[in-house]
């Protein structure tokens, strides 16, 4: 048996990313063993949804409907309870839709 570590980032498109950050969403570390940091800057305040899904479409964790500044944002999650595998971070907005994939291995 191997282990394949896929690292994708899927992203909408330049042009909603230029819209509406100055700072597109990343994580790190990738692929992670627990923690999982999400930073981002927009470009002006927004309200907007940002949620993790597994490979089944399934939301684990969700933060909807929040009014986002443009101060830089950091936010550290806890994946460690997570099993091995790829999952999605997806923003909305009204503006736009993007989604970063990450990978979470023990």
Known sequence: DSIV???????TSNKELSFEFIQPISVSPNPTIGNLQVSFQLKKASFGNLYIT????????????YDWNTSPQLIN???SKYPSGVYQLHWQSKNSKNVVSWVKVD
């Open 54 to 65: 597994d490979n089944l479409g399934r939301t684990l964790w969700k933060c909807e409907n």
């Open 77 to 79: 999650l806890d994946v």
């Open 5 to 11: 570590y896929i690292y994708v980032d899927v992203l």
